[in-house]
């Protein structure tokens, strides 16, 4: 099992970026492809973005590609979400997940292991 933490979100303006990271400890780190999804209120969850687990393979969502990277340092254990051009409908709470680089994973299916969670919000 992979443990995951989520931190970095907060209140920003439309336009504006922040950076998430997911803090993992557990089994090894190396093993796991890593994805990012969100929850906005009344909305079912979302699936963002996925990364391999050396960072070599990437693949985003539509709503979110071109604004939105996916980057790992393994080293550290530790996974980042860069988002930039934030706008009102970004905001959720924004979930990483672990998982084994099975069928799909590159969409976010077959992850084990999940974190709770950190509040994006975005102002107009």
């Known amino acids: 099992q992979v443990q995951l933490v989520e931190s970095g979100g907060g209140s920003v303006q439309a336009g504006g970026s922040l950076k998430l990271s997911c803090a993992t400890s557990?089994?090894?780190?190396?093993?796991?492809?890593i994805a990012w999804f969100r929850r906005a209120p009344g909305k079912e969850r979302e699936f963002l973005a996925a990364?391999?687990?050396?960072?070599?393979?990437?693949n985003y969502a539509d709503s979110v590609k071109g604004r939105f990277t996916a980057s790992r340092d393994n080293a550290k254990n530790t996974v980042y979400l860069q988002m930039n051009s934030l706008k009102p409908e970004d905001t959720a709470v924004y979930y990483c997940?672990?998982?084994?680089?099975?069928?799909?994973?590159?969409?976010?299916?077959?992850?084990?292991?999940w974190g709770k969670g950190t509040l994006v919000t975005v102002s107009s």
């Open positions: 990364i391999s687990w050396n960072g070599g393979i990437t």
């Open positions: 997940a672990a998982g084994s680089h099975g069928s799909g994973w590159y969409n976010g299916d077959g992850m084990d292991d």
């Open positions: 557990g089994r090894t780190f190396t093993r796991y492809a």
